[in-house]
């Protein structure tokens, strides 16, 4: 129950990275690119797409979900304008944190809101940190530390109102729970496939709303970006009209083999699916915890968390040890205790035995 770190690998993963190894043999005596490689990293960008709730054309694959938040922040300039606010949050993860502290170098003037109880933000803290001088709003939809959940619509129609793009860090909610890209209007969602996307180490991504992207230049670039990578012409720049524009050097390609099988068993079981019972399960978690008197650091409010729980134990490591030589595999969190995560592949038995499991050893 480990999908908010690192998810089980497909079984169709292993034909897939044997493909790409046949695939890499073969094409030192032909053209890689031309017949197949430089069509992949697109295919792949719209099977997230469709994850995401966005349209095809939307997502660029990124080396990681880190270098996808340094690309929106490359297309900005923050000495240049008095929009140079960056309100982000304190649950965010940590990468946030230091690329917006990286960028105060470069006149950025980051915004942190605060939680009171380390497990929420109170909304009307984010609306009110965002004003006529915020440029971007990027924080997380779901926390990695408590699964706490954002209202990412009140979040967008207030930045839209006042001229500010938003950035949803949804690492912790593509593939758990459904998210609407085009219908919230997002302008950017960042993330990665390893955890409950069940890909393989790394394959990010950077979601663009389609009518935002060719106002933007990253400086964050390289020849894939480039409008006729293949003319090797030299700068200045000419940038592609489409998401590729937000690419960088060659793609991983491995990475891209090692996500497709993941992407296709979830779009099989289907996202709505996958909700529906990752939240009847973290109710009954959260029930069950609750009964023992146990802390649980997620909010109680299915609409207010993603797919995970998080649990108080006062000794996680150890706590977590102990588990695994039981077969339950979960981490921990400085502060918060367990993370528990029951994903579409859990069977109900195997969360009642996990959870009976953890009520033994407190
Ligand atoms: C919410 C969130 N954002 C970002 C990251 C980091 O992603 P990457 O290693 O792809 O930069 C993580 C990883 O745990 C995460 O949970």
Redesign the pocket.
Known sequence: MLSH?LGPVPRAARESMLAYYEAWEQHTSEDAWATSWWEMSARVGDGIARVLGGAPGSVQVQP???IALSSVASCFDFKESERNKIVTTALD?P?MDYIWDAQSRLGANVDIVHTDDGITVQLEHILEAIDETTCLVAL?HVS?RSSYRVDARAIVERAHRVGALVLL?V??SAGALELQASDWEVDFLI??TIKWLCGGP?C?YLYVRPDLQSDLHPRLTGWVAHAAPFDFASAPMRYDQSVRRFAQGTPSIPALYSVLPGLQIIEEVGVPAIQAESQRRTEWMIEFALDRGWKVNSPRDVNERGGSVMIFVDDGPAMVKRLAERKVFVDCRPGVGLRVSPHFFNTDEEVREAMGILAELI
Do not use: E
């Open positions: 770190s990681n979900a880190s993860f990468s997380s990695f860090d690492y912790q993330g990665g790394a990010g």
